[in-house]
């Protein structure tokens, strides 16, 4: 079955500092990645995806992803962070079957500050 | 151009009691998606309706029930509420099932006392 572990719970890290999230997946098919994003009290926003081809994945608001088939991550990387990109972060994989149905990990907080 | 909406934002209901939950999908999709996100969790799927019918289910009691309507909006249902139900509970609408365009809703916060 796949599945998506976050291996950090939360992440703080200072304005203009550069900041990585982990995430690493486990998956028996091809595979769909996905980063969203959750504001307070707000549902998610899709940051990016990769799906097929490059394995560097520019997303919104500057962050990007690196698919790693051998090391079966997709970690997120900002170079500067700011204030407002303070939310919880959701790495999910597509599992296989007919609904596509997403499988999320537990979150990371990121965290910034002044 | 309309995201998903959902219905009502917020909700307290007592434990025993009955709750539906409302989402209109994005304009042009025909697939929904539920997924319950407890306080610190991830979102977890529920189930997903397609062309009016239940295509999965996961790993939830048949106390929780699903239903699409021709115009594709869908409810969801949930019966003998726990307290263990209070949650954000997410909407996602796509195109035939496709995770490519997963569009999300605000959510419905379900609070059950």
């Known amino acids: 079955a796949q599945s998506v572990t976050q291996l950090d719970s939360q992440v703080p890290v200072f304005e203009e500092a550069p900041v990585e999230l982990r995430c690493n997946y486990s998956?028996?098919?091809?595979?769909?990645l996905f980063w969203y994003v959750q504001y307070p009290n707000q549902g998610l926003q899709l940051l990016l995806k990769?799906?097929?081809?490059?394995?560097l994945v520019k997303g919104i608001n500057g962050f990007e992803a690196e698919f790693n088939k051998s090391q079966t991550s997709f970690h997120l990387r900002k170079p500067s962070v700011h204030i407002s990109d303070t939310a919880e972060y959701f790495c999910?994989?597509?599992?296989?079957?007919?609904?596509?149905?997403?499988?999320f990990g537990t979150g990371t907080l990121l965290a910034v500050q002044p | 151009d309309a995201g998903v909406t959902q219905s009502p934002t917020h909700l307290i209901k007592t434990r025993g009691q009955q709750v539906t939950l409302r989402c209109s999908p994005k304009?042009?999709?025909?697939?929904v998606s539920w997924y319950q996100q407890a306080l610190g969790q991830g979102p977890q799927f529920i189930f997903q309706?397609?062309?009016?019918?239940?295509?999965q289910r996961g790993n939830f009691p048949d106390r929780f029930s699903g239903h699409q309507f021709p115009n594709y909006s869908s409810e969801l249902n949930v019966n003998a509420l726990l307290l263990g139900d209070s949650a954000l509970y997410l909407c996602?609408?796509?195109?035939?099932?496709?995770?490519?365009?997963?569009?999300f809703g605000s959510g419905t916060r379900l609070t059950v006392v």
């Open positions: 996602a609408s796509s195109w035939q099932g496709g995770p490519y365009g997963y569009t």
């Open positions: 998956s028996s098919v091809s595979v769909y």
């Open positions: 990769y799906l097929s081809g490059s394995t």
């Open positions: 999910a994989v597509r599992d296989g079957g007919a609904t596509n149905k997403l499988i």
């Open positions: 304009s042009g999709h025909d697939t």
């Open positions: 309706y397609y062309e009016e019918e239940e295509r």
